[in-house]
Nanobody, 124 residues
Framework: QVQLVESGGGLVPAGGSLRLSCAAS????????AGWFRQAPGKEREFVAT????????YYADSVKGRFAISRDNAKNTVYLQMNSLNPEDTAVYYC?????????????????WGQGTQVTVSS
């Protein structure tokens, strides 16, 4: 079993930056792909970024490409999401997820472990 706990959310002005962290428990996490997803009020959960088991491969949603960066530190069982140049459209609850595969994917349904989410609010 893998448990995920996100942190680092908050209120930030447009143009600002935040770094989200996702701390995982479980010995198998280092062999799992992980991702970040977000859900804005009244909208469906959407893919943001994903990283494979060793950090070598990453993929991003077009809306965040060039502004966000996903990374992981398997020694710390932690995945990060560095978010720069934030705008009000980035306001959402951000969720960390992991899937029991080494391969990263953008498909939400393939992730079987989820955190509780952390709120990110970007003011205009």
């Amino acid at each position: 079993q893998v448990q995920l706990v996100e942190s680092g959310g908050g209120l930030v002005p447009a143009g600002g930056s935040l770094r989200l962290s996702c701390a995982a428990s479980g010995r198998t996490f280092s062999s799992y792909a992980a991702g970040w997803f977000r859900q804005a009020p009244g909208k469906e959960r959407e893919f943001v970024a994903t990283v494979n088991w060793n950090g070598a491969n990453t993929y991003y949603a077009d809306s965040v490409k060039g502004r966000f960066a996903i990374s992981r530190d398997n020694a710390k069982n932690t995945v990060y999401l560095q978010m720069n140049s934030l705008n009000p459209e980035d306001t959402a609850v951000y969720y960390c997820a992991a899937r029991s595969s080494r391969v990263a994917t953008i498909v939400t349904a393939t992730y079987n472990y989820w955190g509780q989410g952390t709120q990110v609010t970007v003011s205009s």
